[in-house]
């Protein structure tokens, strides 16, 4: 082989590997400039009206427990106003009937003094 022939089957093989090459890129640049294409042709969508309709009903929930979280603060409120007047009437009677039986025991030992004496 002779260095034309050499050199003229280099070039060959680097004119075919420049042709792979190429070709590559242009398939590669037609997928993308294709994906562009479709992405170019989707529809308008506007979020504005979804998003306030989805806003609307948090702040309704956000109400709504917050309502609930009152009328429970009232109930237990009541709820222990309630135990809290008849612990106080029991704690009285308590007091009440030791007083009484204070009193009938000093009687009693005065009685007993007395009889004694």
């Given at each position: ?38 992405a170019a042709h989707l529809p ?54 030791a007083e009484t039986v204070v009193?009938?025991?000093?009687k009693q030992a005065e009685k ?6």
């Amino acid at each position: 082989m002779t260095s034309t022939e050499s050199h003229t089957a280099t070039a060959g093989q680097t004119r075919k590997a420049t042709d792979k090459s190429i070709e590559a890129w242009a398939v590669g640049a037609k997928t993308f400039t294709d994906g562009v294409t479709a992405a170019a042709h989707l529809p308008n969508v506007n979020l504005i009206q979804p998003i306030e309709r989805y806003l609307k009903l948090v702040q309704q929930g956000i109400e709504l427990n917050r309502d609930l979280a009152n009328i429970w603060t009232g109930l237990v409120s009541s709820l222990y106003a309630g135990v809290k007047e008849e612990s106080e009437k029991a704690a009285l009677a308590v007091v009440d009937q030791a007083e009484t039986v204070v009193d009938l025991s000093a009687k009693q030992a005065e009685k007993a003094a007395k009889e004694q004496a």
